[in-house]
């Protein structure tokens, strides 16, 4: 047995030890927690009881007193997922996969103006994200250290953007002071949070940091979880968790928010339609497009796993526990990942349909309100050739008389059958197929091209607008644009037709 020269190291060494396996299995208890109840059922109108559309009251800290860790964590986590404020146009600065942020365009001016960035961000290097952001506006640029940044707030000016990582509680208190400081006004907040929701004393304190950006009049516009930040060991948990806060007054006045209306619809011209045929401006529109959120849900919900395989629902419109409305969910692609369709059934109490040709598995009852079919959504009913296996496909119109659905409301349809969906959904639209679907999750395989964006405005066309994107990490593609772009996109509808039809809107 080797033994340890200095004993300062080994004592240095035993404690990080400790450290790393005291935040395993504390992160071995949340994901036993997360696995086996949504954070929707543990919280019921605790939640509910503290957000008002998009004012959100927080508890009082001897409430906080009372509360279990599990109530404590599921509280912050459904505060970081609720937009308290609708901002329309979104670009991803930095890379998709981890060295990036979410930006909201509405609070931030194209060139020429000059925009202000500071980094206080010690997590990830943002020299992709600063090149990006140099791209976009005439950008002045300072990197501080943590420790560093109150003094610059103590500046009177204006920041467009300002970066910050809270790794420990000494952060949250520099970023408590910077948040009370009389100095100059930051139009947007990105903030990522890590590892201090283990305990309850640090869950306590971020929920007091939340209170206290709500009360500076920041408002939540968009939140993300990187993949890395999700445990090898389980993909239902997290570890960090990045926030685009906006402020929504500064200095006593509004910032300035200029929004080009015309960038969140689809051309109805011809002229322009036919300008389209070029690959470059069809692709750019695309993707473009696709960073916009056209309808404001306020709360935003994760069915399934926290990276691929699970998807952001509104829960807005989803029924509530005391209801007894009929909830139908159909999901069309599973790969062996049934995630997503457990959550939305055992938190919502939704009637499931699952279906994939793939996985060679025969139609079976999962659970009580999961059903299993093996068949695959086409264009046609046939026997379709893949590779060396044969698989059973048919129309939605077709699974939806043999279901006895034509008429029924679906709650959810969920789609994610891999380049099919453009096969697919031109031909459900023009037959009218989707006019009784609330919401639609999808994710677009492709670069983008003028026959995908024709297909797109249908969408449109009858009611279906964005609340909700994910750029897919594994997709990411860096060659066509000074942006990051990504070939699979993860996006949420919703129904506006269908939501005003029933009175919900």
Not at 31 to 41: F, G, L, T
Not at 207 to 231: A, E, G, H, M, T
Not at 298 to 325: A, F, L, Q, Y
Request: glycine share 4%.
């Amino acid at each position: 047995m080797t033994t340890c020269k200095y004993s300062m190291r080994c004592a240095k060494k035993y404690v990080l030890l400790v450290a790393g396996i005291s935040l395993f299995l504390a992160g071995i208890f949340i994901i036993k927690r997360k696995s086996a109840k949504h954070c929707v059922n543990i919280l019921g109108d605790k939640y509910s009881s503290h957000v008002q559309e998009t004012t959100v009251v927080f508890p009082l800290k001897e409430k906080l007193e009372e509360y279990n860790y599990e109530t404590l964590f599921c509280l912050y986590e459904m505060y970081t997922r609720t937009l308290q404020h609708h901002c329309k146009r979104l670009r991803r600065f930095g890379e998709i996969q981890r060295k990036g942020w979410y930006v909201c365009l509405d609070f931030l001016d194209p060139a020429p103006y000059n925009c202000s960035v500071v980094s206080a961000n010690s997590v990830f290097d943002e020299s992709v994200f600063v090149r990006h952001v140099e791209a976009y506006c005439k950008c002045e640029h300072h990197k501080y250290k943590v420790n560093e940044l109150e003094t610059e707030f103590k500046k009177t000016r204006t920041l467009d953007l300002v970066t910050f990582s809270i790794t420990n509680r000494d952060d949250l208190v520099l970023l408590r002071n910077i948040l009370k400081s009389d100095g100059g006004s930051v139009r947007q907040f990105l903030i990522e949070i890590h590892s201090l929701m283990y305990f309850s004393e640090g869950v306590k304190d971020l929920i007091s940091v939340l209170q206290l950006l709500y009360q500076q009049d920041f408002r939540l516009v968009w939140f993300d979880i990187p993949y890395s930040c999700v445990p090898l060991h389980n993909n239902r948990a997290y570890q960090c968790i990045s926030l685009n806060f906006v402020s929504v007054s500064s200095g006593g006045k509004r910032p300035k928010s200029k929004v080009n209306s015309n960038l969140l619809l689809l051309p109805t011209s011809q002229n322009v339609w036919e300008k389209l045929s070029r690959v470059d401006l069809a692709i750019s529109l695309y993707h473009e497009y696709l960073s916009t959120v056209q309808f404001h849900c306020k709360h935003i919900v994760r069915m399934g796993k926290v990276n691929d395989g699970g998807w952001d629902i509104c829960h807005d419109c989803m029924p509530k526990s005391e209801t007894k409305s009929p909830c139908i969910v159909y999901s069309f692609g599973i790969e062996n990942d049934f995630s997503f369709d457990d959550d939305i059934s055992n938190t919502y109490g939704c009637q499931v349909y699952s279906f994939d040709p793939s996985m060679g598995v025969e139609d079976h009852q999962r659970s009580d309100k999961v059903r299993f079919f093996n068949k695959g959504l086409w264009n046609s009913k046939r026997l379709l050739q893949r590779a060396r296996m044969y698989w059973n496909v048919d129309t939605f119109e077709g699974i939806l008389k043999d279901l006895k659905h034509v008429k029924t409301p679906i709650k959810i349809l969920k789609m994610d059958i891999e380049r099919s969906e453009w096969i697919v959904l031109k031909q459900i639209i023009d037959n009218g197929l989707l006019l009784n679907v609330e919401q639609f999750l999808v994710e677009f395989h492709s670069m983008g091209d003028r026959e995908k964006l024709f297909i797109l405005k249908s969408l449109y066309d009858i009611g279906f607008r964005i609340f909700w994107f994910h750029k897919n990490p594994l997709g990411s593609n860096y060659k066509t644009r000074n942006i990051p772009v990504s070939s699979a996109n993860e996006v949420s509808f919703i129904n506006v037709v269908y939501l005003r039809k029933n009175g919900m809107l």
